[in-house]
Nanobody, 125 residues
């Protein structure tokens, strides 16, 4: 059974940090790109960042570049999204997903095969 399980969300003050793990199972972790998306109420889903653990390639949306860092622990089949200098506009439900490695070159504009349930991040002023 394919599973992507996010955790680590919560309430944080502006300027603070959170680290979101995404634990993957049921598919060959090294053969996929793992990405993070977010969706705030009334807004479209936004691709935030993704990584391919096979070669360490990464992609970041302009809105998070320099503040967020994505990494992968291959031994644990887990991808982490380290979020620093959080802003109110970062508040959203964050989802992790898995897709073909071309997601990096396509700036996450590919079909994502598997999705997690999401974790809420709320940044207060």
């Amino acid at each position: 059974e394919v599973q992507l399980v996010e955790s680590g969300g919560g309430l944080v003050q502006g300027g603070g940090s959170l680290r979101l793990p995404c634990a993957a199972s049921g598919f060959p972790f090294d053969d996929y790109a793992i990405g993070w998306f977010r969706q705030a109420p009334g807004k479209e889903r936004e691709g935030v960042s993704c990584i391919t653990s096979s070669d360490g390639s990464t992609y970041y949306a302009d809105s998070v570049k320099g503040r967020f860092t994505i990494s992968a622990d291959v031994a644990k089949n887990t991808v982490f999204l380290q979020m620093n200098s959080l802003k109110r506009e970062d508040s959203a439900v964050y989802y992790c997903a898995a897709a073909e490695p071309a997601a990096i070159a396509q700036h996450m504009g590919v079909v994502w095969d598997y999705w997690g349930q999401g974790t809420q991040v709320t940044v207060s002023s």
